[in-house]
């Protein structure tokens, strides 16, 4: 199949100029195309990095909402371990004098009686109490010429009793 046109001279020119410019638009048309898919890839581009933006400010508040949840875990064991409730063989262990007279003085010892058998305890707890009984055996204290035990046994069983209700901590 032949395409043709038949046109007089006079306008030849005309139509050879006007061709011409077609094939130059049809060319700038081509190379304009190219650049529409450019544009629209540089605009998915554009959107990807948007999305990973987005979720990498997610992850990072995930981030710092784990290491929040992590550090008030770690205070809240820390708090635990600083709180544990003292077994009242600890307390004699442990209390320093200041509290230990006052502890004693929760089951009725008198503020120079409480004062005296701490300063006992504080020489004899040297070497820590192993037991109660021990407690009881090694903390004497002078009545008049001879040495008594400074805590009785029933004294002893109503400190478990008053002090187990107390809370002591470590």
């Known amino acids: 199949m032949v395409n043709a046109f038949v046109i007089s001279p006079k306008v030849e020119n005309l139509v050879i100029k006007q061709t011409?410019?077609?094939?130059?638009?049809?060319?700038?048309?081509?190379?304009?195309?190219?650049?529409?898919?450019?544009?629209?890839?540089?605009?998915?581009?554009?959107?990807?990095?948007?999305?990973?933006?987005?979720?990498?400010?997610?992850?990072?508040?995930?981030?710092?909402?784990?290491?929040?949840?992590?550090?008030?875990?770690?205070?809240?064991?820390?708090?635990?371990?600083?709180?544990?409730?003292?077994?009242?063989?600890?307390?004699?262990?442990?209390?320093?004098?200041r509290d230990l007279i006052f502890r004693l003085q929760t089951v009725n010892f008198t503020n120079k009686k409480a004062i005296e058998v701490v300063e006992k305890l504080e020489k004899e707890r040297k070497k820590p109490f192993t037991s109660l009984s021990d407690v009881i055996e090694r903390v004497k204290i002078k009545n008049g010429k001879r040495e008594t035990k400074a805590i009785s046994e029933k004294k002893m069983l109503q400190i478990v009793d008053t002090w187990s209700q107390l809370s002591f901590h470590k």
Not at 56 to 76: G, T
């Open 20 to 97: 011409m410019l077609l094939k130059t638009v049809g060319n700038i048309e081509q190379e304009i195309k190219p650049s529409l898919p450019e544009r629209k890839s540089q605009t998915l581009v554009n959107n990807e990095l948007s999305l990973l933006e987005k979720q990498m400010s997610e992850l990072r508040i995930e981030l710092v909402q784990e290491i929040e949840r992590l550090y008030n875990a770690f205070n809240q064991q820390e708090n635990k371990k600083s709180y544990q409730e003292m077994t009242v063989l600890q307390a004699f262990n442990q209390l320093n004098s």
